[in-house]
Nanobody, 115 residues
Framework: QVQLVESGGGLVQAGGSLRLSCAAS????????MDWYRQAPGKSRELVAG???????KYGDSVKGRVTISRDIAKNTVYLEINSLKPEDTAVYFC?????????WGQGTQVTVSS
C-alpha cells in the first residue's frame, strides 16, 4: 500500500507564494504518477498539477503559469509551488498517487488566501 502525507498549507495573503509537500511511503514502486487536486467549498475537485514517474508534467488551466510541480526522488516527495496566490485559490489541496490498482488520496491540506 501507498501512504501520502501532505503538508505546507496555511493562511497566506493574496499575491504571496506557498509550497506544498507530499511525502509518499509504503509500496512507492507501484506509483506511476502523482497529482495535486484541490477542492474549494461548494465546488468539485479539479486537477492542479501532475507529474509522471518519467518526469512529465501537466497543469490545470486555472493555475497554469502560477504553479510548478516538482519532486525529490530521494525523499519520495512531490512539491507544489503556487505563486501569485489569489483568494480563489482557497481550497483543500490533495495529493494523489496513481498506482497499479487505482488511486490513493492523501488527507488534504488547507490553503486559505486572504484578500
Amino acid at each position: 500500500q501507498v501512504q501520502l502525507v501532505e503538508s505546507g498549507g496555511g493562511l497566506v495573503q493574496a499575491g504571496g507564494s506557498l509550497r506544498l509537500s507530499c511525502a509518499a511511503s509504503g509500496s512507492i514502486f507501484n506509483i506511476n504518477a502523482m497529482d495535486w487536486y484541490r477542492q474549494a467549498p461548494g465546488k468539485s475537485r479539479e486537477l492542479v498539477a501532475g507529474i509522471t514517474s518519467g518526469g512529465s508534467t501537466k497543469y490545470g488551466d486555472s493555475v497554469k503559469g502560477r504553479v510548478t510541480i516538482s519532486r525529490d526522488i530521494a525523499k519520495n516527495t512531490v512539491y507544489l509551488e503556487i505563486n501569485s496566490l489569489k483568494p480563489e485559490d482557497t481550497a483543500v489541496y490533495f495529493c494523489v498517487a496513481d498506482v497499479k490498482i487505482g488511486r490513493v488520496w492523501g488527507q488534504g491540506t488547507q490553503v486559505t488566501v486572504s484578500s
